[in-house]
């Protein structure tokens, strides 16, 4: 075998296991990223969500779209049934204001808020 053969099959080789590599056991993450939708308290309110999953259970971001904006306190996710709890306070503040409550399905969450005021949020991942 020459040495330009063993080179192009050195490559291929090492290319192949690395694809195969990223390919098996990815699993994708349904929370990190930016979600937008609408907080629904009295009226509807455009709100956007950065948010962060740490592959387990805990959800970490920040909220804006209302007159301040909000830090996810504590936040759960459950990826097994979708349950997503995340518990809301202004910034600067370790006191929660809103607990939003709802399930993720297919890139879209839903549920209720409750806290200083009631009420229901609707968000979608971009």
């Given amino acids: 075998m020459t040495r330009r053969t063993l ?4 490559c291929v080789l090492v290319s192949a296991s690395s694809v195969l590599a990223q390919s098996r056991g990815v699993k994708t993450d349904a929370i990190s990223g930016t979600w937008t939708g609408e907080l629904i308290v009295n009226r509807s309110r455009p709100i ?3 948010l962060k999953f740490d592959g387990t259970r805990k ?3 920040t909220l804006t779209g209302l007159p301040n904006p909000a830090d996810v ?17 202004m910034q600067g503040d370790p006191a929660v204001l809103l607990v939003f ?8 969450a839903a549920g209720t808020v409750t806290g200083e005021d009631t009420g229901e949020f609707k968000i979608a991942k971009k």
């Fill in 101 to 108: 409550a709802g399930k993720v399905v297919d890139g879209k």
């Fill in 59 to 61: 959800v970490t971001g």
């Fill in 73 to 89: 306190k504590a936040g759960t996710f459950d990826p097994k049934t979708g349950a997503l709890k995340l518990e809301l306070g």
């Fill in 48 to 50: 956007t969500l950065q």
């Fill in 7 to 10: 080179l192009w099959v050195c």
